[in-house]
């Protein structure tokens, strides 16, 4: 489903302060100027037309049409539109989802609205907007992984939020004395798995070698992965999973930690909502970083982020890269991500955070808490075909952990086939 909104002066010229105010210090444009959008969810569709009326509004002069494109079919109809008929600004994801365009010539390099103060205050996502030392879009939005938790059931217990693996595995172990699982999984989907293998891993190896090994460049049997598997294996042997995860969705396994048959799930924020609504008070559910593992690696986190690209032939992309340089500022990113907009967090450093405890917490992990890098999440770091082959293998590992050496033999001769 397409859906089309034009542009027009006068309902821009009504719009009150904070675009006016921007006006005063952007150069004008003018001329026609197109957007494609994947933002076809009624919240996001709402906040992508909010920036196009704030835009029009700095630049009277400038007729935009915004097309927003349904998400699913956007994935199928990219590569297309890139080619022909290109937009001036397009929607996508960072890291290994944009090096396909990149690569193919498709996106523009915009390194040049990278300015010291645009490179300062979005470090944490710098790094997933960069390939061959140039930036290729910007990031608008993101959200935290992390551990959620029963703090009513820590607090029963006397535990801490684990600071290290050996608090972690204590933690865990006397929540398993009293009948407690340590943590709730579905893995039906497989990609549950993968954000256990990204903490486990970039807490082993870092992420430099995490992105190595998801760009194909280490073999998956060396012995860096191998000791990520050993970490993931004292939990498997502990039995801190709860059992018969592969007949479980993400959802469904929620209800065994409302129940506090279990007392954490390793999860991304958009968890919160459907734990509240399941009667879990704020008193109840906390949250907490995923704890250090070797001493000598930074933290690294998973923060799925949504960007805008200026296409290689778009039409005016002068007009594209300030629409970028717009949606990166502090006031843009707070206004779009706040609780009645996308409720997520602004990649901007300097922007303020939606006033909910689970968004304050993630904001300063991701913007102050995360010197290693932000990663992506394994199946957008990763190429499709071998992030399904990989996630196969860990769902496997979590059930035969006795079968580490054929799966990593499997994934090994599929990386080689992949990425050659």
């Known amino acids: 489903m397409t859906s089309t909104l034009k542009a027009s002066v006068a309902v821009f010229a009504l719009l009150a302060g904070g675009a006016a105010h921007a006006a005063e210090h952007t150069a004008p444009l003018s001329g026609d100027m ?11 569709r709402a906040v992508m037309e909010s920036l196009v009326e704030e835009f029009g509004a700095m630049h009277p002069d400038l007729n935009i049409e915004l097309t927003v494109i349904d998400r699913e079919a956007y994935k199928t109809q990219i590569r297309n539109f890139l080619t022909a008929n290109a937009p001036d600004v397009a929607n996508w994801y960072a890291g290994n989802r944009m090096a396909p365009y990149v690569d193919a010539g498709l996106f523009l390099d915009v390194s040049d609205i990278w300015d010291d103060e645009m490179s300062a205050n979005l470090s944490s996502t710098k790094e997933a907007m960069t390939m061959d030392g140039k930036q290729w879009g910007v990031p608008y939005t993101y959200y935290q992984w992390g551990v959620y938790y029963r703090k009513d059931l820590y607090d029963q217990y006397g535990l801490e939020e684990p600071q290290d693996w050996e608090t972690f595995k204590s933690n865990c172990q006397t929540l398993l004395d009293n009948g ?56 498997i ?20 930690m409302t129940n506090g048959d279990a007392a954490a799930y390793l ?48 039409g005016n992309p ?18 779009i991500n706040a609780g009645d907009a996308l409720g997520q967090l602004p990649v901007n450093s300097q922007s303020s955070v939606d006033d909910d405890k689970f968004l304050q917490q993630g904001f300063e992990v991701l913007s102050s808490n995360s010197p290693g890098g932000v990663a992506q999440f ?28 054929n799966i990593l033999s499997r994934l ?4 080689q086939r992949i990425y050659k």
Not at 192 to 207: I, Q, V
Not at 378 to 399: I, L, N, S, Y
Request: charge should be negative; aromatic fraction near 14%.
């Open 180 to 235: 407690i699982k340590c943590f709730t999984i579905g893995t039906k989907f497989l990609w549950t798995a993968g954000g256990w293998f990204d903490y486990l891993n970039m807490r082993t190896n870092g992420y430099d070698y995490h992105m190595q090994l998801t760009a194909g460049e280490i073999p998956w049997t060396d012995d860096g992965v191998k000791q990520t598997f050993a970490n993931w294996r004292e939990l």
């Open 378 to 405: 394994f199946d957008r770091d990763a190429p499709a075909e071998m992030a399904k082959v990989a996630m196969e293998g860990f769902q496997q590992f979590m059930v035969q952990p006795d079968q580490i050496d």
């Open 412 to 415: 090994d001769q599929a990386a």
């Open 267 to 314: 999860m991304g924020n958009f968890a919160v909502a459907p734990l509240r609504e399941a009667g879990l008070t704020d008193d109840q559910l906390d949250y907490y970083q995923f704890p250090a593992i070797n001493p000598d690696v930074e933290l690294a986190e998973d923060a799925p982020t949504d960007t805008f690209h200026v296409p290689a032939q778009a």
């Open 34 to 44: 197109t957007i494609f959008s994947d933002m076809s969810n009624p919240a996001p």
């Open 237 to 256: 042997d502990m039995g801190a999973f709860i059992d018969n995860h592969t007949a479980y969705s993400w959802q469904e396994a929620l209800p065994f």
């Open 318 to 335: 002068e007009a594209g890269k300030a629409f970028l340089k717009f949606v990166t500022t502090p006031e843009t990113q707070t206004r």
